[in-house]
């Protein structure tokens, strides 16, 4: 079987009327390819997420060869809240996630929102600090978890002998061109969330390195070595959901 859509939409494809176990395979674009295949399953239904412009072919065949019998194929569509299902899209700060087509759910980000991202995620979408700076949003933003590992340096730690687990979700500031002698406060007291605060003078996500850090107050201050720029990570321990208040502030 064969089919197109003229609009994003779910297909529920389901077999009726058979006792016998039958496999129901999708394909895209090919029908003879069998990398062509998206899903496959003998299960007696399917659901299929189907866009314009793409053939699909739909293959039901018994798991014997030997299994004879009737079926009757069924296929019943749904329009979509939203497209693609899985999508991150941005409405002025408000990130926004196209649920399984069928809701749109939104998330305040700290910061802007752009491409899909909130500022903030990593080092290619730092929000950069030139004097103070008070953030407020939804954890479920962003999905930094763990993209900032404090682990391997035990700089980030206020003890200094190992660096902290930090596995949760991160919020990375630029701080450029400050200079020596500035003090730079970064207050996490106000958030439900509990995190480590790291100081890093080159930003690296595989490799992890602060200059300073602290893991037990939710506040740090931090006085500038000398002239350069400086990022600040601010790392949760664990995933979670809720709300964030970060503030940055950098004082002459």
Known sequence: FSFTVDEP???DISIED???PLVIEIREDSCRDEEAATSCDNAFEQTHYAVPGVTYYVVVEPVS????????????TSGLVCAPPGAWSCDDDIRVQCFAGVEERTYE?????????????GCHNPIEVTGSITVEGDVSAYDSSGRFDFSDSPACSTQGTSGPTTS???LLFSLPGLLEGQTVIVDALDSP???AIGILDECDEENTQCIAGNDTDQL???????????????????TTDGRFIYSVEIVD
């Open 18 to 20: 058979s006792t016998d």
């Open 168 to 170: 949760g979700q991160d």
């Open 220 to 238: 740090m201050e931090w006085t500038v070595p000398s002239d350069g720029d400086y990022f600040v990570v601010v790392n949760q321990f664990s």
């Open 193 to 195: 969330t509990v995190n």
């Open 109 to 121: 980000c700290g910061a802007d929102c752009v491409d899909g991202e909130c500022l903030g995620e």
């Open 65 to 76: 060869q030997w299994n004879l019998g009737e079926f009757t194929l069924s296929f019943e």
């Open 9 to 11: 939409m779910e297909i």
